[in-house]
């Protein structure tokens, strides 16, 4: 992109522990922007991995690249730490392990220009290997939301999910805003905060987040309790829809039944069975399921799931796998 005058300092926060193997790919894809009047946080909490000297060494050679050294805290508190920090007038937040194409910048910015949006918004493209970050024109188009459409079609993920990433804001959007220290899944419990904030959100279909799924696996660990914020956020994002929002109330309680598959799927992966964990999201299932089966905006695939749920819980995560499985095979999953 032509730099001018008129082009504003951009600010990009990224999270920083321990990601040293994949920290270099991403941060040399952010340096290669073709928008370039950056300023660049990379927030380190309390890494130990060798990950600290390799924002030292960007830092060294790229004055856009600022470094921050802090106490490890989560994610929460590396992103607030970020904000606090920023002076852009636009932000974006991307994640260590991932990686962005060369006009991600640009075409938020672009997207919050050309319609004078306060929030744009890209195309995620989920990939389980490198090879896959790539992008493709053929089919992209551009879409304006207001405040409760964009919500809705965040809550329903439909192309636009609650990820902090891939996203382009207002810097001033977050004042009064935090993330949860402490808590995980944090943008479950942020993301709709900051869209309730704007008037107008941008949507480009083209997919230049690379969100890549590193290989692993949790089997036989025993399932971790705080994963149940998931459930918490998203049950305070239903109360908030409810009293703000009232005609999108459905999305919200779409989300809050997706968030509790989800953990369902989490814990069947995990031994020993967590049988008070899986009860309560399984209330949440049985509570909500006929709504979502009877709504015609909930997804397909949320709604067979809620089908399913009828033979048990343990199907639910079955059929899961399967289709986990199956993107993994192919190698890239739609958002």
């Given at each position: 992109?032509?730099?001018?005058?008129?082009?504003?300092?951009?600010?990009?926060?990224?999270?920083?522990?321990?990601?040293?193997?994949?920290?270099?790919?991403?941060?040399?894809?952010?340096?290669?922007?073709?928008?370039?009047?950056?300023?660049?946080?990379?927030?380190?909490?309390?890494?130990?991995?060798?990950?600290?000297?390799?924002?030292?060494?960007?830092?060294?050679?790229?004055?856009?690249?600022?470094?921050i050294?802090?106490?490890?805290?989560?994610?929460?508190s590396?992103?607030?730490?970020?904000?606090?920090?920023?002076?852009?007038?636009?932000?974006?937040?991307?994640?260590?392990?991932?990686?962005?194409?060369?006009?991600?910048?640009?075409?938020?910015?672009?997207?919050?220009?050309?319609?004078?949006?306060?929030?744009?918004?890209?195309?995620?493209?989920?990939?389980?290997?490198?090879?896959?970050c790539?992008?493709?024109?053929?089919?992209?188009?551009?879409?304006?939301?207001?405040?409760?459409?964009?919500?809705?079609?965040?809550?329903?993920?439909?192309?636009?999910?609650?990820?902090?990433?891939?996203?382009?804001?207002?810097?001033?959007?977050?004042?009064?805003?935090?993330?949860?220290?402490?808590?995980?899944?944090?943008?479950?419990?942020?993301?709709?905060?900051?869209?309730?904030?704007?008037?107008?959100?941008?949507?480009?279909?083209?997919?230049?987040?690379?969100?890549?799924?590193?290989?692993g696996?949790?089997?036989?660990?025993?399932?971790?309790?705080?994963?149940?914020?998931?459930?918490?956020?998203?049950?305070?994002?239903?109360?908030?829809?409810?009293?703000?929002?009232?005609?999108?109330?459905?999305?919200?309680?779409?989300?809050?039944?997706?968030?509790?598959?989800?953990?369902i799927?989490?814990?069947?992966?995990?031994?020993?069975?967590?049988?008070?964990?899986?009860?309560?999201?399984?209330?949440?299932?049985?509570?909500?399921?006929?709504?979502?089966?009877?709504?015609?905006?909930a997804?397909?695939?949320?709604?067979?799931?809620?089908?399913?749920?009828?033979f048990?819980?343990?199907?639910?995560?079955?059929?899961?796998?399967?289709?986990?499985?199956?993107?993994?095979?192919?190698?890239?999953?739609?958002?």
């Amino acid at each position: 992109m032509k730099q001018t005058e008129t082009n504003p300092l951009i600010s990009i926060v990224l999270p920083i522990y321990n990601v040293g193997e994949y920290l270099s790919k991403c941060l040399d894809s952010i340096a290669s922007q073709t928008y370039s009047n950056l300023e660049i946080l990379l927030i380190d909490d309390g890494s130990t991995d060798g990950s600290s000297e390799i924002c030292e060494r960007y830092r060294a050679k790229d004055k856009r690249f600022k470094v921050i050294h802090k106490d490890n805290a989560g994610v929460s508190s590396a992103r607030n730490c970020g904000i606090r920090a920023m002076t852009g007038k636009y932000m974006t937040f991307i994640d260590p392990d991932d990686m962005v194409a060369v006009d991600y910048v640009e075409t938020l910015y672009r997207s919050i220009e050309e319609n004078h949006a306060q929030i744009s918004i890209c195309g995620v493209k989920t990939v389980f290997s490198e090879k896959f970050c790539t992008t493709d024109t053929s089919s992209r188009r551009c879409e304006v939301f207001t405040t409760e459409q964009a919500i809705e079609k965040m809550l329903y993920q439909d192309e636009i999910d609650v990820n902090a990433w891939g996203k382009m804001y207002l810097s001033t959007l977050f004042e009064g805003i935090e993330y949860p220290v402490g808590k995980i899944n944090e943008d479950t419990a942020v993301t709709y905060k900051v869209f309730s904030k704007a008037s107008v959100i941008s949507f480009d279909s083209y997919r230049c987040y690379f969100y890549v799924q590193r290989p692993g696996s949790i089997m036989h660990q025993s399932f971790a309790e705080r994963k149940m914020s998931l459930v918490e956020f998203s049950e305070e994002c239903l109360r908030y829809i409810e009293i703000n929002f009232p005609n999108i109330r459905n999305a919200a309680v779409c989300k809050h039944v997706t968030d509790s598959f989800v953990l369902i799927c989490k814990i069947y992966e995990c031994t020993p069975l967590n049988r008070k964990c899986l009860d309560k999201c399984w209330e949440i299932t049985k509570k909500y399921r006929l709504s979502v089966i009877r709504d015609p905006k909930a997804r397909n695939k949320t709604k067979i799931a809620c089908l399913v749920s009828y033979f048990g819980p343990r199907l639910v995560a079955f059929v899961k796998g399967l289709n986990a499985h199956m993107d993994e095979k192919r190698g890239v999953r739609k958002i």
